[in-house]
């Protein structure tokens, strides 16, 4: 049994987790804060 | 704290600390498990699998400490009425919740080849599941109760008390001895040798900081999206 293989699981998952978390919450803040803007200069 | 219970002063704060605590907390995260990766020795008993810790320490910590924050802006949003807390409580819970999840998946992974089981129903890993679950709960009743009109009071009360877990996670390993290891860090010292340590703090922090970037992130969501909201009642009342 390779231990590297069991290291390299669970840094691609939790890298993943932590960029699709990161990601997520970034666009959704630009989007939000895109649309207040936009409402406020309406 | 109460300076920061106005929205417009927090987002002058809130929009430069995003970006510093995003960028540091990434460099650090890179290269404290780089680090760990790369420059430290396998450990004499558990082989290369002692690498894992650099990820799963620093999750387990955010995934205890988000609740503890969850706690603390619930007590603030039912003593003080702070407009902010409810809003802060909320945006905690589901990074507190994914790195929860990392945790336990993280754990397993290591479980597997350590202790030859994926999972064992120990008291730490217990503990730290219903932890998850706890934030699962709270996710959800944060939105019915924000899809009923409601203030956030009940998801507050679920907030404290949910605290209750976080000392029966800490002392599970002391008062159920099963597989889980006893404390390796402690504020007085550790038993893992310093060669193998000393990238932990580094990617601790960087966690930490990227944690907070994510919050300040989702805070900064929420109050634009009441905004359009407040705005469009407003709009659709003067039509």
Same mark, same amino acid.
């Given at each position: 049994?390779?231990?590297?293989?069991?290291?390299?699981?669970?840094?691609?998952?939790?890298?993943?987790?932590?960029?699709?978390?990161?990601?997520?919450?970034?666009?959704?803040?630009?989007?939000?804060?895109?649309?207040?803007?936009?409402?406020?200069?309406? | 704290?109460?300076?920061?219970?106005?929205?417009?002063?927090?987002?002058?704060?809130?929009?430069?600390?995003?970006?510093?605590?995003?960028?540091?907390?990434?460099?650090?995260?890179?290269?404290?498990?780089?680090?760990?990766?790369?420059?430290?020795?396998?450990?004499?008993?558990?082989?290369?699998?002692?690498?894992?810790?650099?990820?799963?320490?620093?999750?387990?910590? +955010?995934?205890?400490?988000?609740?503890?924050?969850?706690?603390?802006?619930?007590?603030?949003?039912? @003593?003080?009425?702070?407009?902010?807390?409810?809003?802060?409580?909320?945006?905690?819970?589901?990074?507190?919740?994914?790195?929860?999840?990392?945790?336990?998946?993280?754990?397993?992974?290591?479980?597997?080849?350590?202790?030859?089981?994926?999972?064992?129903?120990?008291?730490?890993?217990?503990?730290?599941?219903?932890?998850?679950?706890?934030?699962?709960?709270?996710?959800?009743?944060?939105?019915?109760?924000?899809?009923?009109?409601?203030?956030?009071?009940?998801?507050?009360?679920?907030?404290?008390?949910?605290?209750?877990?976080?000392?029966?996670?800490?002392?599970?390993?002391?008062?159920?001895?099963?597989?889980?290891?006893?404390?390796?860090?402690?504020?007085?010292?550790?038993?893992?040798?310093?060669?193998?340590?000393?990238?932990?703090? @580094?990617? +601790?922090?960087?966690?930490?900081?990227?944690?907070?970037?994510?919050?300040?992130?989702?805070?900064?969501?929420?109050?634009?999206?009441?905004?359009?909201?407040?705005? +469009?009642?407003?709009?659709?009342?003067?039509?």
């Amino acid at each position: 049994m390779n231990q590297w293989y069991f290291v390299i699981a669970a840094y691609v998952l939790a890298g993943v987790a932590t960029l699709a978390l990161a990601l997520a919450s970034l666009v959704q803040m630009r989007k939000a804060e895109r649309a207040a803007e936009a409402l406020k200069r309406r | 704290m109460h300076i920061f219970a106005n929205p417009a002063r927090f987002l002058q704060i809130a929009r430069p600390l995003t970006g510093w605590c995003g960028w540091i907390g990434a460099v650090l995260v890179v290269a404290g498990l780089g680090a760990g990766l790369f420059l430290t020795p396998p450990d004499y008993l558990q082989g290369e699998t002692v690498r894992i810790m650099y990820l799963h320490v620093p999750s387990a910590w +955010l995934g205890m400490a988000g609740w503890g924050g969850i706690a603390v802006a619930s007590i603030m949003e039912l @003593v003080w009425r702070h407009p902010l807390a409810g809003i802060a409580a909320r945006a905690v819970a589901l990074p507190g919740a994914v790195f929860t999840a990392i945790c336990l998946a993280t754990g397993s992974i290591w479980g597997r080849p350590t202790w030859g089981t994926w999972w064992e129903w120990d008291g730490r890993l217990t503990s730290m599941l219903v932890l998850l679950f706890v934030y699962i709960a709270y996710i959800a009743l944060a939105e019915a109760e924000a899809d009923r009109g409601g203030q956030g009071r009940i998801a507050a009360i679920f907030g404290i008390v949910g605290i209750v877990n976080l000392p029966i996670i800490h002392f599970s390993v002391l008062w159920w001895r099963t597989l889980h290891q006893g404390e390796s860090i402690g504020l007085t010292g550790s038993t893992i040798a310093g060669s193998i340590l000393w990238p932990l703090p @580094v990617a +601790l922090l960087g966690f930490t900081l990227l944690f907070m970037a994510i919050v300040l992130m989702r805070m900064r969501t929420m109050l634009a999206r009441q905004k359009v909201e407040a705005r +469009l009642r407003r709009m659709g009342a003067d039509a």
